[in-house]
């Protein structure tokens, strides 16, 4: 069964990923490197079951026309987000293993400016990085702290869910594009009518939902959201850039008003222990900065954050320089120039 061999790799091992193709061996995804189980080949009638097991009637056919399909599954105690796909004529799985424990910021090691995250009433923070750094782990401790302290209403918009939030000393709202709403934008437009407080994002894809998260922000809601970007100055002009020519100057103005923070951050390999840590850079929206993103000098933004050490501001190459200092990753994996 493909499933009991799936909850055996989840509880022996430390994967992250479990990469499924049709005539092909088992490979998962432990502390970044990627392992072969060459006695376990997949049968592609056997993933065609295992779809047929997890997935409803309407999804499944839905899945065969685009061939693409995300979803999550939760059972025996374990939770998984899946991408089912096409591939060579037959269906393939990627499945990323979720968390059930939300993690501390202390558990994650996470810079001392994050934990005061949580005592922001309004604006807009970014958690950027690539696939698979960490993005959705760092906003639930953010989350859960501000659950367990505050009385008020936090909204999550994600796909799928990742981490699940019990209502606490707030009331959360957790909402999965695709089963409980159709697209994030549609989502955000609607949460503005569930007397918000906290709306998480869980990614600002297209010009729509970030529009109507900078205006969220604007109005006096706290918004969290996330970008696949590499720093906090290619995070702004991200933005910028969906906006046609006409509007930037515009937005440029509401994201030097609402953005409060953003947070770049990468895994790397440790090499003093098994495992993985992160490098951060942070970026915090003080006067000079807002400044700067008002005037189109986004370029002079790393050089403003050099100089802001002591407020928390941190760049990624000095991050990654400080865990080679520690001997905690090599310096062949930090890429500095």
Same mark, same amino acid.
């Given at each position: ?55 409803? &009637? ?85 989350? *859960? ?34 089963? *409980? ?84 951050? &990468? ?69 500095? *120039?």
């Amino acid at each position: 069964m493909l499933w009991a061999l799936i909850k055996e790799l989840a509880k022996k091992t430390q994967l992250s990923d479990i990469h499924i193709h049709a005539d092909r061996p088992i490979a998962y995804r432990e502390h970044g490197e990627m392992k072969q189980l060459p006695d376990h080949v997949t049968k592609a009638k056997t993933i065609d079951s295992f779809l047929e097991e997890f997935l409803e &009637k309407d999804d499944l056919e839905a899945f065969k026309k685009t061939k693409d399909h995300d979803f999550a599954i939760e059972s025996d105690g374990l939770r998984f987000r899946v991408n089912a796909f096409q591939e060579n004529n037959a269906h393939a799985l990627i499945l990323r293993i979720i968390s059930t424990e939300i993690p501390t910021f202390e558990d994650l090691d996470l810079p001392a400016y994050i934990s005061t995250i949580p005592t922001l009433e309004t604006g807009l923070v970014l958690v950027t990085g690539p696939t698979g750094s960490g993005k959705s782990t760092t906003l639930a401790s953010v989350v *859960d702290v501000i659950n367990k302290t505050q009385k008020g209403h936090i909204i999550t918009i994600e796909d799928p869910v990742e981490f699940k939030h019990e209502t606490q000393s707030s009331v959360v709202t957790q909402r999965e594009v695709g089963r *409980d709403t159709e697209t994030f934008a549609s989502a955000l437009r609607a949460s503005l009518r569930e007397d918000p407080d906290v709306i998480l994002v869980g990614e600002l894809r297209d010009l729509e939902t970030i529009q109507l998260a900078l205006t969220a922000a604007e109005t006096g809601h706290l918004v969290f959201g996330t970008l696949h970007t590499n720093s906090a100055p290619s995070t702004i002009n991200r933005i910028i850039d969906v906006f046609p020519p006409e509007q930037q100057e515009q937005v440029r103005s509401q994201i030097a008003s609402t953005l409060r923070c953003v947070i770049t951050q &990468k895994l790397l390999k440790r090499i003093d222990k098994a495992g993985r840590v992160a490098a951060f850079e942070i970026m915090i929206c003080n006067t000079a900065i807002r400044n700067l993103i008002r005037e189109n000098k986004v370029f002079q933004i790393a050089n403003s954050m050099q100089m802001g050490k002591a407020e928390g501001q941190m760049l990624m190459e000095n991050s990654l320089k400080e865990l080679i200092a520690q001997k905690a990753i090599s310096p062949a994996d930090a890429e500095i *120039d």
